[in-house]
């Protein structure tokens, strides 16, 4: 079954200053954030297959968009993370269901690679509920420049049988990053640790 959106909304943030120092080149992130039905709201369900098969098609859509917001090919992206938001008569298993079992492999196919865990986060709230997609580096788990995280939220949305559904992809790490770890430069990309 393919998600009823509602609407799609497209983030970016691109830091130039932090601390009175230029951050050069900018540091870029985006987002890309599609509001659908959910079609459990208000009842529990056991099979949560429809939710999965709407967790693959969202994570191409809003990979892709997110990619295209900061005009890069995919592969050019560095970290990467994954959130939801589900209104008042949803259940945090709603967003797990599309989250996690096949939304990070056609997420990955627009990036070209992936070979680390996808942050993810879930919450529960009402319409223009703030929260968070946790971000890190896409390919090795270790690089702490890559810690990191993108606050979003939709005035309108969650409604009680809604889930807001979000991606976040950057081009660089942290701002003027300088707490060690493993820098890009030695990142391996096999383990999806280092």
């Given at each position: ?165 979000a991606v976040a992809v950057t081009d660089s790490g942290r701002p003027l990053p300088r707490v060690g770890g493993l820098k890009v430069a030695e990142i391996k990309g ?5």
């Amino acid at each position: 079954m393919k998600a009823k959106i509602r609407k799609i909304v497209t983030l970016v943030e691109e830091t130039l200053t932090e601390m009175g120092r230029q951050v050069s080149p900018p540091a870029r992130r985006a987002a890309a954030l599609a509001v659908i039905e959910n079609p459990f709201a208000g009842r529990y369900v056991e099979d949560l297959t429809e939710l999965m098969d709407i967790g693959e098609e969202l994570g191409h859509l809003l990979t892709e968009r997110a990619v295209q917001a900061l005009g890069i090919e995919g592969p050019q992206a560095q970290s990467y993370g994954k959130a939801a938001a589900v209104g008042e008569n949803g259940e945090l298993e709603h967003a797990a269901a599309i989250l996690h079992p096949k939304f990070g492999a056609p997420a990955r196919k627009v990036l070209g690679k992936g070979a680390a865990l996808i942050p993810s986060s879930k919450k529960r709230g009402g319409p223009g509920v703030p929260f968070d997609i946790p971000l890190g580096h896409k390919d090795a788990a270790f690089v702490r420049s890559h810690f990191d995280g993108m606050e979003v939220r939709v005035a309108d949305a969650p409604r009680a049988d809604e889930i807001v559904v979000a991606v976040a992809v950057t081009d660089s790490g942290r701002p003027l990053p300088r707490v060690g770890g493993l820098k890009v430069a030695e990142i391996k990309g096999e383990d999806g640790l280092r």
